[in-house]
């Protein structure tokens, strides 16, 4: 009788198994779930190990795209008058280049404030909020108060946040904005666990977009979160080194119908079609950019194909300013190939960022780096800034971290800048980040350290 029993519990225990697989299998194929290769054999061996935990983990953390329909994309020979970051950007589906002006960089938290209380202030019409992060705090608070005085003064006010970003960090009590007659909608509040969506991806695309289909509209973006420590430190502590920028121009229509985008979705409806094609593109005469989105919602991984790109397409010098390293094996080859052939590689990162975890993992990658003769820069402080300069051509300056997880998971955003004049600027702010930094000595790791190093590095995209 026992050993009936026994024999029983491990039939069922086996077909929950076989279940378990042929769900990862059927849902990675129908939603065309393309994993990097680690990936995919830890949510193996997670089935096989565990299936009664895996098959629920997998349920609400196993997605990474979504379907979109493919782009119908013009031979790329049609436009080789085009830079190659143009050409890159457009063959992912990105759109076609599109003017600027009055760019401003942000030398630090105090002109980032100013320059964010302008662009809310000076809305007349419209006001489109996405953050991560809300903070309960002076700086959460008076971005509340200000967005509720506009709505009450007649301007349209959406404020979009992040439901993971708000489980991670309490906001703000957001009741005064609905009061005042604000719209607010949560990015998959992680509580709700809809099918079609993941409480894994997170939404971490940060802007700010005034009166966003006028001539005189204004978008504010970068790194910084709507909190205190972004801005102006928090108990006792110096601010976070951090970057964003403003611009006007036409290229904020990108930004607009990204948000209108990221709305709709959050609101339980379709979103739009995909954007031009490349025989549509111009490149115009004055200082244009592109605006570069990534996340489950674009058909391929855009900012990371735009890094490695890059990296073998970089003739003199690449810059690298990131809070988290922690790249894949082909984008870490490709930087480091790029020494290689002479091209000066400086990744500015902070001594000690604030997540411990990341720190520990990016550790193997920066050993790597440093032996291919990369330089590695820690920065006192933590360093939130997320900026890439490659020679004069090409400024890429946003949301996104050089991690897997803000690489192949999460909603990200990045402008690409190609003006000559203008790239220098970006370069100009990270060379000031690197001038105060100290050079990185890497030392060789024991063996348990490297092979905590590796099971961290395995189990840690999906987190």
């Known amino acids: 009788m026992h050993n009936l029993s026994m024999t029983t519990g491990l039939t069922l225990h086996g077909f929950i198994t076989v279940l378990a697989l042929l769900a990862y299998v059927v849902a990675s194929h129908a939603f065309n779930q393309r994993r990097h290769p680690t990936a995919a054999i830890a949510w193996v061996l997670f089935i ?45 589906g990105q759109p076609a280049p599109a003017p600027y ?45 200000r967005l509720a005085a506009k709505a009450q003064a007649g301007v349209r006010v959406r404020l979009l946040v992040d439901g993971m970003g708000q489980l991670m960090r309490r906001h703000p009590s957001l009741a005064p904005l609905s009061r005042a007659g604000a719209e607010v909608a949560v990015f998959v509040p992680p509580l709700r666990l809809p099918l079609r969506s993941r409480m894994n991806l997170r939404d971490h695309r940060k802007m700010v977009i005034a009166d966003g289909g006028l001539e005189h509209g204004r978008l504010w973006m970068g790194g910084r979160n709507l909190a205190c ?35 709709t979705y959050a609101n339980r409806r379709e979103r739009r079609e995909p954007v031009l094609a490349l025989e549509t593109a111009e490149f115009p005469l004055e200082p244009s950019a592109q605006l570069i989105a990534s996340g489950p919602d674009e058909v391929d991984d855009t900012v990371y194909t735009m890094l490695v790109t890059a990296a073998y ?20 080859t490709a930087l480091g190939v790029a020494t290689r052939r002479g091209v000066v590689v400086d990744l500015v990162i902070p001594a000690k960022s604030n997540h411990p975890m990341s720190d520990f993992a990016r550790r193997r990658a920066l050993r790597t780096l440093a032996a291919s003769g990369g330089r590695i820069w820690l920065v006192a402080g933590m360093l939130h800034a997320k900026l890439v300069v490659i020679d004069d051509v090409l400024a890429l300056a946003g949301s996104a971290n050089v991690d897997s997880r803000s690489l192949f998971l999460n909603y990200e955003l990045m402008m690409a800048f190609h003006e000559p004049l203008h790239v220098a600027r970006f370069g100009a702010w990270a060379e000031r980040e690197r001038a105060g930094a100290v050079r990185y000595q890497p030392k060789p790791p024991g063996l348990v350290t490297d092979l905590a190093e590796g099971l961290v590095l395995w189990t840690g995209f999906q987190l």
């Open 48 to 92: 096989l190990l565990v299936p009664y935990i895996a098959l629920p983990a997998f349920l609400m953390f196993g997605s990474r795209k979504r379907n979109r329909p493919p782009l119908a994309l013009a031979a790329p020979s049609e436009r080789a008058d085009l830079p190659w970051g143009v050409l890159t950007a457009l063959a992912l």
């Open 229 to 263: 420590e972004y801005f102006e430190g928090r108990r006792g502590e110096p601010a976070w080194r951090d970057f964003t920028f403003d611009l006007a121009g036409a290229v904020i229509a990108q930004a607009a119908a990204l948000f209108d985008d990221d709305w």
């Open 313 to 332: 397409r970089a003739r003199t010098h690449i810059v690298i300013v990131t809070p988290y390293f922690v790249p894949d094996t082909a984008l870490l």
């Open 101 to 145: 002006r009055e760019l401003a960089l942000h030398a630090d938290g105090a002109e980032a404030l100013a320059a964010l209380w302008r662009v809310i202030d000076g809305a007349s019409s419209s006001l489109d909020i996405c953050t991560f992060i809300v903070g309960r705090d002076a700086i959460g608070d008076a971005v509340i108060a």
